[in-house]
């Protein structure tokens, strides 16, 4: 198995890492929960800027953002990867973008060379997407691309080739996040990753099924070819994250019995 190396973090080898994320309105407070991850079970940290907002309410634009960014990479431990996410009003995130004005800000962020890796949209990057990876690329950035479905979980098989074009366009990591309606979902969620896997052996695959019914997909998506899971310190991101800490224990006990 090929794994993603960041700042020393091998994603897609040993036990899956845990992502953590980054979630607030005033620029202040992601940086003051970037320098409370010393203390977390976090191995990589996700700055999500949609949430972000300035003081008077407005959407800040790239050159706020890159700037919160830098913040927040100073704030974070030594040593520890960012991955920065913009997510969009279409996937669950909490700021609307125009696919040419999401296509650009993934530009800017590129170009600030501020973090370690960069969440991309498989649906809102469309076209752009190969053309973003390689960008991403040439400044050492290395790329998720990423898909999420919060009313439903798609066709096994669609899930698979949402999964495999994420390589195709491009992208060093693939991701998949899908809401169960029953606990069946959860398992194909499950059954997904693991034909993924199958298919690209050499690419590391973060996948989860969310809310309650999907949080066992959290814990055990090793198994089936996942290669990091998210956990929050604090602010959560996404529905049925689980506490950090309480996730590290899960993993390192499920990878005990998995390797004997």
Same mark, same amino acid.
């Given at each position: 198995?090929?794994?993603?190396?960041?700042?020393?973090?091998?994603?897609? $080898?040993?036990?899956?890492?845990?992502?953590?994320?980054? !979630? #607030?309105?005033?620029?202040?407070?992601?940086?003051? @929960?970037?320098?409370?991850?010393?203390?977390?079970?976090?191995?990589?940290?996700?700055?999500?800027?949609?949430?972000?907002? %300035? =003081?008077? %309410?407005?959407?800040?634009?790239?050159?706020?953002? *890159?700037?919160?960014?830098?913040?927040?990479?100073?704030?974070?431990?030594?040593?520890?990867?960012?991955?920065?996410?913009?997510?969009?009003?279409?996937?669950?995130?909490?700021?609307? !973008?125009?696919?040419? =004005?999401? #296509?650009?800000?993934?530009?800017?962020?590129?170009? #600030?060379? $501020?973090?370690?890796?960069?969440?991309?949209?498989?649906?809102?990057?469309?076209?752009?997407?190969? =053309?973003? *990876? #390689?960008?991403?690329? @040439?400044?050492?950035?290395?790329?998720?691309?990423?898909?999420?479905? !919060?009313?439903?979980?798609?066709?096994?098989?669609?899930?698979?080739?949402?999964?495999?074009?994420?390589?195709?366009?491009?992208?060093?990591?693939?991701?998949?996040?899908?809401?169960?309606?029953?606990?069946?979902?959860?398992?194909?969620?499950?059954?997904?990753?693991?034909?993924?896997?199958?298919?690209?052996?050499?690419?590391?695959?973060?996948?989860?099924?969310?809310?309650?019914?999907?949080?066992?997909?959290?814990?055990?998506?090793?198994?089936? %070819?996942?290669?990091?899971? !998210?956990?929050?310190?604090?602010?959560?991101?996404?529905?049925? @994250?689980?506490?950090?800490?309480?996730?590290?224990?899960?993993?390192?006990?499920?990878?005990? *019995?998995?390797?004997?």
């Amino acid at each position: 198995m090929s794994a993603v190396v960041v700042r020393g973090v091998a994603i897609g $080898t040993g036990l899956p890492k845990i992502i953590v994320p980054i !979630f #607030a309105a005033a620029p202040a407070e992601a940086v003051a @929960q970037a320098g409370r991850l010393a203390d977390s079970a976090a191995d990589l940290a996700e700055l999500r800027l949609d949430p972000l907002r %300035g =003081e008077d %309410g407005s959407l800040p634009d790239a050159p706020a953002l *890159c700037r919160v960014m830098a913040q927040v990479r100073d704030a974070l431990p030594d040593g520890m990867p960012l991955l920065v996410t913009v997510r969009t009003a279409a996937e669950g995130g909490q700021r609307p !973008f125009a696919p040419r =004005e999401y #296509a650009d800000l993934l530009r800017a962020l590129c170009a #600030a060379g $501020t973090a370690d890796l960069i969440d991309m949209e498989l649906h809102s990057a469309g076209d752009a997407m190969p =053309e973003l *990876c #390689a960008a991403a690329h @040439q400044v050492g950035l290395a790329v998720v691309a990423s898909m999420h479905d !919060f009313d439903k979980t798609p066709p096994r098989a669609d899930m698979t080739a949402a999964l495999t074009a994420m390589r195709e366009k491009g992208a060093d990591i693939c991701k998949l996040a899908v809401m169960p309606r029953t606990v069946t979902d959860a398992a194909e969620l499950l059954a997904a990753t693991a034909d993924a896997k199958a298919a690209m052996p050499r690419t590391p695959l973060i996948t989860m099924s969310m809310g309650p019914l999907g949080a066992v997909t959290r814990v055990c998506g090793g198994a089936f %070819g996942s290669a990091a899971t !998210f956990g929050t310190a604090g602010a959560s991101s996404a529905p049925g @994250q689980p506490d950090a800490a309480s996730l590290r224990q899960a993993l390192t006990a499920l990878g005990s *019995c998995l390797n004997g």
